[in-house]
């Protein structure tokens, strides 16, 4: 009887949540590439399956998860900066995670340099300035005192509005320093506060349940579109970009979990593995910050911290992006003919950092701010054109790494300040 029990048990671990995000991924890539190849074009295939289908249950996973974002971030800030209290404390977690995510954004341009000049991706492809059209944002700067006064809302329920994360953090920040600070005077406000955080957590907790029949119809939708014939071209430039992520993740990644926290970085893959395929399916970091957050939380870091440091991450944090856009610039540059000397890594390093920090947590728009770092160094902006064809492939990818550089910084700076749980991230994953 008993052993039948714990076969029964057994049977239901093989189910967990994480299983099952990661068997919809696999059958998703199977039916998109099915669509793609077996099911010819027409009403069925265009606006029943992928048009009709596929897009509603994956937008509507994606909008749900969306939902979330704002409220939670904002709650939880309020929430864990009130119950943490001192300044110090906050002021010390902002400064550690701040130069840790500036530092890996740095470590992983310059691995992608290292291994864009040593492959040398696009050599050969003797491209002529004027040959593509490319129409998207030029590289147009916005100064670096503008970007911090752009911090500060100057109307906060805007900011909510419009989901400017960093403006929300900032309010957010000062609301709960306050509430904290006021202690009695504030004392139902800050009850609130918390029950709306835990409603927020629970309604997180529902919406992370769907998430298997999300990724399956993002991953099928995505497969059965993608353009594989421009994939054989590229290769070269896909391959250095994904060895440069798979570097910054087994090498840089890894290593500092095991000097910094003495953990196994193992663990953090096989706990961390359902954020990465929620990243991987959406190609959003923000999107996923509510099951960021969750998912820290079952593997020790005290919610105190990763509610701020999480949609920060989310928001500056993209070393993901920064590899590519590494890779990026050298291969056209190879493709134009154009050659770079020492001074045009340095800026490349200097303006892609700053460019990680500009780009927005959603799909696609590492293409965008690589205007900037390309029009740093003087190479055509047109030479987009021929990545974006193969660019979502990409975006789906590096935004894995841009989270976990995100969830490394945040294990890390709460293992500094106490509030990591490494018992806790030892325990086997329940479901
Ligand atoms: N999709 C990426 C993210 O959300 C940003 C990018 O590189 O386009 O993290």
Do not use: W
């Not at 099911?39 to 399956?49: H, K, Q, T």
């Not at 359902?274 to 005290?302: H, K, Q, R, W, Y």
């Amino acid at each position: 009887m008993q052993k039948n029990d714990t076969n029964k048990n057994k049977n239901k671990k093989k189910f967990s949540l994480t299983g099952k995000i990661f068997m919809g991924l696999i059958f998703g890539a199977i039916l998109g590439l099915i669509v793609h190849y077996f099911v010819p074009e027409g009403y069925f295939r265009d606006n029943i399956l992928v048009g009709g289908i596929f897009y509603f249950l994956g937008q509507g996973f994606i909008r749900l998860m969306q939902m979330l974002v704002v409220p939670l971030v904002f709650l939880s800030i309020i929430d864990g900066t009130r119950s943490m209290g001192d300044t110090e404390t906050l002021g010390k977690v902002g400064v550690r995670i701040v130069i840790f995510y500036l530092f890996t954004t740095a470590v992983a341009i310059t691995i992608a340099l290292l291994l864009a000049t040593t492959i040398k991706p696009g050599v050969g492809m003797n491209m002529k300035v004027g040959s593509n059209n490319y129409e998207g944002a030029s590289g147009e700067n916005i100064s670096f005192v503008e970007t911090i006064l752009n911090m500060i809302p100057t109307n906060p329920f805007e900011a909510l509005a419009k989901g400017d994360m960093l403006q929300v953090i900032i309010f957010a920040v000062i609301v709960g320093l306050i509430i904290a600070r006021m202690s009695e005077k504030t004392e139902t406000i800050g009850n609130i506060v918390t029950e709306a955080n835990d409603l927020m957590m629970k309604m997180t907790m529902g919406v992370m349940k769907l998430a298997p029949i999300g990724v399956f119809c993002l991953i099928a939708r995505t497969f059965s579109t993608l353009g594989y014939d421009v994939i054989l071209s590229m290769a070269s430039y896909m391959l250095t970009v994904l060895l440069g992520l798979g570097v910054q993740l087994m090498l840089v990644y890894m290593v500092l979990l095991t000097v910094f926290v003495r953990v196994n970085p193992f663990t953090f893959l096989k706990k961390y593995f359902s954020v990465m395929t929620f990243g991987f399916s959406t190609s959003s970091s923000s999107a996923t910050v509510p099951i960021n957050i969750n998912t820290l939380e079952d593997m020790g870091v005290d919610r105190r911290i990763s509610s701020f440091t999480i949609p920060l991450g989310a928001t500056v944090n993209m070393d993901g992006t920064a590899i590519m856009q590494g890779v990026a610039v050298i291969f056209i540059a190879n493709a134009y003919n154009i050659s770079l000397d020492m001074n045009d890594f340095v800026t490349i390093i200097l303006t892609a950092t700053l460019a990680s920090i500009g780009t927005a947590g959603i799909p696609s728009v590492g293409l965008v701010t690589l205007a900037m770092v390309l029009t740093s160094v003087g190479i055509p902006t047109e030479g987009i054109a021929m990545i974006m064809g193969i660019d979502r492939i990409l975006d789906m990818t590096r935004t894995c790494i841009n989270l976990c550089g995100d969830a490394v910084g945040t294990i890390i700076v709460s293992n500094k300040e106490n509030m990591f749980d490494k018992e806790k991230y030892k325990r086997k994953v329940e479901s």
